[in-house]
């Protein structure tokens, strides 16, 4: 059973800075795609990065040069740092690892940009 916990969102400034984290158990880590989604009320659930086994990036349109997904397979976790933070970007933010045969989802974790 592959189990997915997110952590680090919060509430910050228009502006501020956040880093989340996905740490991922139940699962080999290396060889899988890290991904990161959100949805925000109302609206439905976007892409917003993937990294690959080999580090390779993807972003959404909206978030590329404010945003930044890595991972370390030491500790089994990607991240995804967030800069110049925007009211918009208010979401739950949902980690996602896929890996032949798996592909399984967190639960999220808040993140709310409000001056």
């Known amino acids: 059973q592959v189990h997915l916990v997110e952590s680090g969102g919060g509430l910050v400034h228009p502006g501020g800075s956040l880093r989340l984290s996905c740490e991922v158990s139940g699962s080999i880590f290396s060889g899988s795609t890290m991904g990161w989604y959100r949805q925000a009320p109302g609206k439905q659930r976007e892409f917003v990065a993937a990294i690959t086994n080999y580090l390779i990036t993807n972003y959404a349109d909206s978030v590329k040069g404010r945003f930044t997904i890595s991972r370390d397979n030491a500790k089994n976790t990607a991240y995804l740092q967030m800069n110049s933070l925007k009211p918009e970007d208010t979401a739950i933010y949902y980690c996602?690892?896929?890996?032949?045969?798996?592909?399984?989802w967190g639960q999220g974790t808040q993140v709310t940009v409000s001056s």
């Open positions: 996602n690892h896929q890996r032949w045969p798996y592909n399984d």
